[in-house]
């Protein structure tokens, strides 16, 4: 088989990994390649078990197209999804499905120096206990908070890795290829290529969090700025009020918006004898805190919406600056937060109306994520598939397409 023969056979994969099941005629267009040329690659990849007719597609009047799939289990992806407290780890299968359990590692980023070995153990150990052979794994996808620099594969804040990048330590560990983005960035891939931004040319989406992180999307494409830093939406200077945010600056978006700030005000809050169905929430157990805040919250407990309603304001204060600037169709709430739901929409639309030129923002749509918080564990096994391309001279992926 010739390279480029082998090349566009892997970007068939990629687009059906994508949109899930396609006509040939559909990947003919796709790939800007001759109806007899799809053909010919899609029975190849038909005949080497990687693809499967999966029916017919809905009637329009003609005959209807055959449709085809990836099977299942060609391949497998292992996706990650970090935070400053907790990593989340699973294998999907080409159907986006999970093979086996989540596992979690607690990994206080903040506080470990070898935190990057730890991690790098961990996704060797659960790797192994998976039962799947390595060579039929693509690829592992890292999403991961902090200035992530995407070309070098290291993390300016957090995971130092000395002189070997964080993608060269866990390979070594692993032997399989490795992909890191940071978190919002991902967020935001997973929109684009699963979610709500399909098919948008120009969306924002929100990733509320421990911080406030952005992914943009820009002309149908993520863009990540000159150092793959771009879309650090938590450190806007929107505040006067002296907080100092953990970038080292004062007043930033963050200071007043963050699921941490949110939590940390309803503790205050309670110790001050505010009413609320809230109890026993805890600084040092941070992910059922907030999750008890979000539950009370939509259950309509009154305290609970007003903390949410007030981070919602300022976010869409934020917001309202970039929408000046970048002119969206869309913007999409996601990450953790989004669990609250529609609660964050009617404080950021007042914050829109408030502060946005009505001509530039009528048009926009502001809605919460269907993908929600499995947005970062699709987005990392997005990541390796985007990239798809690029490691496929690596030995397993090779092996497993020409077979």
């Known amino acids: 088989m010739s390279e480029k023969q082998q090349l566009y056979k892997q970007s068939l994969i990629k687009h059906l990994y994508f949109k899930r099941e396609l006509s040939c005629a559909e990947l003919s267009s796709l790939t800007e390649k001759s109806l007899p040329y799809a053909a010919k690659a899609l029975s190849e990849l038909m005949e080497e078990g990687v693809v499967i007719e999966s029916g017919h597609a809905h009637s329009t009047g003609g005959r209807r197209p055959q449709m085809y799939s990836l099977k299942s289990d060609i391949m497998f992806v292992v996706t990650v999804a970090m935070d400053q407290f907790i990593t989340q780890v699973g294998i999907q299968n080409m159907h986006h499905q999970y093979v086996g359990e989540i596992d979690k590692l607690e990994l206080d980023l903040s506080n470990q120096s070898d935190s990057l070995h730890k991690l790098a153990q961990f996704l060797d150990s659960f790797i192994s206990k998976s039962g799947i052979p390595r060579e039929k794994i693509a690829g592992i996808g890292i999403g991961m908070p902090g200035f992530v620099d995407v070309t070098k594969g290291i993390n300016y804040t957090f995971l130092q890795s000395g002189a070997e990048s964080i993608v060269s330590h866990i390979e070594r560990i692993t032997g399989l290829p490795v992909q890191i983005e940071n978190d919002s960035s991902l967020i935001a891939l997973a929109e684009l290529r699963l979610g709500a931004a399909r098919d948008k040319k120009n969306a924002m989406v929100v990733n509320i969090g421990w911080g406030i992180g952005l992914g943009l999307i820009l002309n149908g494409g993520l863009f990540r700025g000159t150092n793959g830093f771009a879309g650090e939406f938590s450190h806007i200077?929107?505040?006067?009020?002296?907080?100092?945010?953990?970038?080292?600056?004062?007043?930033?978006?963050?200071?007043?918006?963050?699921?941490?700030?949110?939590?940390?005000?309803?503790?205050?809050?309670?110790?001050?004898?505010?009413?609320?169905?809230?109890?026993?929430?805890?600084?040092?157990?941070?992910?059922?805190?907030?999750?008890?805040?979000?539950?009370?919250?939509?259950?309509?407990?009154?305290?609970?919406?007003?903390?949410?309603?007030?981070?919602?304001?300022?976010?869409?204060?934020?917001?309202?600056?970039?929408?000046?600037?970048?002119?969206?169709e869309l913007i999409v709430l996601s990450g953790r937060g989004a669990l609250a739901g529609r609660i964050w929409l009617a404080p950021i639309q007042q914050a829109l109306n408030e502060h946005c030129i009505p001509r530039i923002a009528e048009n926009i749509e502001i809605m919460i994520s269907q993908l929600g918080y499995e947005a970062e564990r699709l987005g990392g096994a997005a990541l390796v598939m985007e990239h798809f391309d690029s490691i496929r001279s690596h030995r397993r992926s090779h092996k497993l397409l020409t077979a």
């Open 237 to 328: 200077p929107l505040f006067t009020n002296e907080k100092i945010c953990n970038c080292g600056k004062m007043g930033c978006l963050e200071t007043e918006t963050s699921l941490l700030v949110i939590a940390e005000k309803a503790i205050n809050g309670l110790q001050q004898g505010r009413t609320s169905t809230l109890k026993n929430l805890s600084e040092e157990k941070v992910e059922e805190t907030f999750r008890a805040i979000m539950d009370a919250a939509n259950k309509g407990d009154k305290y609970a919406v007003e903390l949410i309603s007030q981070a919602a304001y300022h976010i869409g204060r934020g917001i309202a600056i970039l929408i000046h600037v970048l002119n969206p």
